[in-house]
């Protein structure tokens, strides 16, 4: 019997997950040629139809999809033995892209990466940072960091819980004077408020105490943005109440520069979740960052 070739299940898996020879080889950086050779080989050893070709595109076949799943896992496994290998030996080499919000950029992220650099010297990390929610299969991207309050749908992503952060409501100690003492969720009704998301439809935030009673209150803001940063800035100037991740204000609530406002109440707990296509192999790269990013972003985020 023909021995196994690894080279042809791994262009097989790229032709599928590409959706084509083109864009396969496109990705790859390899001649068309090469992954029909790859494909007639494999398909040749097996006696079986994978892919039907005609002149203007390609599809896999029943057969192709059945041995599609194997041949994954064939991938995966020795990508993951590589992986572990150059862990061992500290030579991790190549390339890890990661998607994340604004928020998690400046707050979480700037405090991690350089430190992953730092350790892994051969490792290049493509960061995009957006608050849009990303196709990671069309975009080619290894992993998004996403936080959510609701559960993510179900869908063909991995998805590996971070950390749960409570938001809670910070202002400016001179505001705080100014206006009023806050002492019940109803004190803060006609107050000037600071929300996240320049597109929020919400004109109320559903605050929980540490009891486990809630409330709502009305809200009319005086600022939407996409930015933590602007929000932060703006509460600090005294110009209203902002609801942000605790950990987003630890430095200034350290400083005096902002107070917690109702500080047995929160608004909200957002997951952070790691979430990853699941039908791609890991590098080595890619696994070290995903296990970097486990091993110390719940401790960070949390409150202390």
Not at 137 to 144: K, Y
Not at 153 to 177: C, G, M, N
Not at 195 to 206: C, E, N, P, S, Y
Not at 241 to 246: G, Y
Request: proline share 5%.
């Amino acid at each position: 019997m023909t021995p196994v070739d690894l080279n042809d299940y791994y262009y097989f898996v790229h032709v599928v997950e590409k959706g084509g020879f083109t864009r396969a080889a496109e990705a790859l950086g390899i001649p068309k040629s090469r992954l029909s050779r790859h494909i007639a080989q494999l398909e040749e050893r097996l006696d079986a139809i994978l892919i039907q070709r005609t002149t203007r595109q390609s599809r896999i076949t029943e057969l192709g999809e059945v041995f599609y799943q194997h041949a994954r896992a064939a991938v995966d496994q020795t990508e993951l033995a590589e992986a572990a290998l150059k862990r061992k030996k500290n030579t991790l080499s190549g390339k890890a892209s990661l998607s994340c919000s604004v928020g998690v950029a400046q707050f979480v992220l700037k405090e991690f990466l350089p430190c992953f650099l730092a350790d892994n010297p051969q490792v290049t990390v493509l960061q995009q940072v957006t608050n849009q929610t990303v196709d990671l299969v069309a975009a080619g991207i290894d992993m998004s960091i996403r936080g959510h309050t609701d559960p993510l749908p179900d869908s063909t992503l991995i998805q590996r819980p971070l950390a749960v952060v409570e938001w809670h409501l910070f202002a400016s100690p001179h505001y705080s004077t100014k206006e009023k003492s806050f002492a019940t969720p109803s004190d803060l009704e006609n107050q000037q408020t600071l929300v996240l998301g320049w597109q929020a439809a919400g004109k109320r935030w559903k605050l929980e105490h540490k009891s486990g009673e809630q409330k709502y209150v009305q809200i009319e803001p005086r600022l939407k943005s996409d930015d933590m940063a602007t929000l932060k800035q703006t509460a600090i100037e005294g110009l209203g109440i902002v609801a942000l991740p605790a950990y987003t204000c630890r430095d200034e609530l350290a400083s005096g520069q902002l107070i917690k406002v109702l500080p047995e109440w929160h608004v909200g707990r957002a997951h952070l979740n790691l979430v990853m296509p699941r039908r791609r192999g890991f590098t080595a790269p890619v696994i070290a960052l995903q296990e970097f990013l486990q091993a110390k972003l719940a401790d960070f985020v949390a409150e202390h």
